[in-house]
């Protein structure tokens, strides 16, 4: 009983985006928790994808990659459908959803006909990112909610950790409070997407944009 392959669908229309190059709208009124489409393209694993976009320009953010899991990645490069025009948005109207190994974006929200759609890329941090990774991947969602960029998490947390460092050598300082309150600050991690109506729980684990 596999889920139908939701190639199209009548609950959007692509256009031009204010945020971002080609964009996606609700052609009509979309209610709380409708699967809009899914999320498709060529499923290859991460060392064909790395090999794919190897000579990628690292000052270009544009990806159409998607992270399934530890062995899969959708590239809408190539075969992909309107999904991959949906904007990273920090506070979106819709959400990504793995079941059954493929990609499903939902409204998180009821979404009013031509509203643009949005959901948190939540594009992982690595080893080997540039120092102005944050300004390649800047976000301008435009939500009062925007943290800036489309990484998860905001902050680059070896960052934090030197800060934290330097902060805690001079003893005397008689301000020392403020660091423990920043600590906290930090969202409440991959929690949020752990919220999913797939059974298997682990699936969102590794979800997420990949950029290559
Ligand atoms: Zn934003």
Redesign the pocket.
Known sequence: MAIPVMRTSSWIKVRNSPIHGRGVFAAKRIPKGTRVIEYLGDRISHAEADQRYEDHNPNDNHTFLFIVDKKVVIDAGVGGNAARFINH??DGNCESVIEDRRVFIETTRVVQKGEELGYDYEIGREKDDPPNVDEIFA?R?G?PK???TMLWPAKDPRKKKAVAKKKATPVKSTKGKPTKGKATKGKPSKSKSGKSKSTKGKSRAGAGRSRR
């Open positions: 948005s920090c976000c969602c939500s925007c943290r800036g």
